[in-house]
C-alpha cells in the first residue's frame, strides 16, 4: 500500500477486529456445534434488539458494576431517547419475556443466543471492544439439578470441540436473605485493609464490596485473602441448594473446585455462581461464567421466575479450539472464449444444485494461466471447456492431486465427485 493509499484509508476503530474469510470456517465450525450442543438439551434460538433503553442495562446489570459505571457505550438518539448497544444479553433476554409473555406457553424457558456485545474497556489479547458471546438461559427451574446440567451441557461442548487444559470452578453468593449479614462483616475487613486497596476498591467497600474479589490488582488480591468467605454466612436454604448443585457434579463425574472468592462481575446473582477457566489463556484466563439470578424477572415487573445462564466468549473460546482444516473439495471451471463461458455457467448451475461447489471467475486467462490458478486456489478438479467440448457435450475433467484427466458428460462428472466424497 502506498503512502498516499494509508493516508486516506479510514481504519478499523480500535478493540474491533475483521473476522476475514480464512479464518471463518473455524468460528462456523464453533458455532454449528454450539448450536446443535445447546439443541439437544431442549434449549431454542432467540434473538433481540442490537440495542435497548439505557435504564434496561442500568436496572439489570447493576448500578454499581464497572459494565454500567466504565463500559457501556451510550448514545441519546434524534428522538432524545437515551439509549445502549447492548454490554451484556440478559436483561434483554428478561425483557423479551415478559414483553411477549412468554413464561405463559407450555414449552420450557431455556433459550440461547450468539451474536455481538459491546463494552468500552482495554482492548487485549482475547478481548475487544466489539466482542461476540454465546448466551444460555433458563426460567422457571429452581431445582439446583439445572445447575448443574448446563455445567455438565458447556463441559459436554469443550469435548465436542477438543477443549483441554480446563478446570471448573463454582461457588454459593447467598440470596437477598442471607448476603446482608456477610457484607457487614465484609465492608468491616475491606475498611481495615484501608491503603492496601486500589482508589476503585475503596470506592466499593460502600457500593458493592463483592467487586473488590474481581479486582487484578496484586496488592487488592492479596488483601481479600484475609477476607470472610460468603459460604460460611449462607442460609439453611442456599447451603442446601449448594450442596446439592455439588452432589449432581459428582453425579456427572464433573470435576470442580470450589472457589470461595468467585463472585462474578454482575450484581445479580443470587445462590449458584460458575466459571470454567483455562491455562492456555494467562491472566484472564475465564472462557465461561454463570449463576442464578432468581429476582431478576420479578425486579423488571414480571413474574416472580427464578433464572440462571451462562455467557461465554467466542473470541476467548475459539481461541483455544483445536482445528484443522479440511480442504474444501471444489471444482474450477476453465473456460475459453465466450462460447464456453456460457456452457460452463450452465453448467456450474447444474452442479451447484446438486451441492457441488464450483467457481468460474470471468476475467481472461489462458488455459496455463487458469490451470495455474486453480491449483493456487486449492481446487479439487479443473474442468476445461473450450469450443470443441462445447459441441461434443463432453469435458476434459482434471483431478488436481493425481494429474489425471478424463472425457466425461456432465451426469458422469458428478458420479466422479460423489465417489470421491
Known sequence: MSEKQKKRLIPAIKGTKDILPQDIRKWQKVEAVTKKTFELYGYREIRTPIFEATELFEKGTGQTTDIVIKEMYTFTDKGGRSLTL???YTPSVVRSIIEKR????PQPLRVYFMGPMFRYD???KGRYRQFHQVDIEVFGEKDPAIDAEIVEMADALFKKLKVTDTEVLVNSVGCRRCRPAYHKELRRKAEQAGERLCADCQKKIMTNPLRIFDCKVKTCREASKGFPEITDYLCPECEEHFSKFCSYLDLYGIDYRREPRLVRGLDYYTKTTFEIVSSRLGAQDAILGGGRYD???KDFGGPDICGIGFAMGLERFISVVP???KKEKFIYLACLGDRAKRAGMELARYLRRDGVECLIEYKERSLKS???RADKLGAAWVLIIGEDEVKKGLYQLKEMATGMQREC?????MKIIQESS
Do not use: A, G, N, V
Not at 102 to 105: D, E, F, I, T, V
Not at 409 to 413: L, N, Y
Open 409 to 413: 458428460s456432465r451426469e458422469e462428472i
Open 122 to 124: 482495554k482492548p487485549q
Open 102 to 105: 412468554l413464561y405463559l406457553q
Open 295 to 297: 429476582d431478576m424477572m
Open 323 to 325: 482445528f484443522t482444516e
Open 86 to 88: 447492548r454490554p451484556e
Open 370 to 372: 487458469q490451470m495455474s
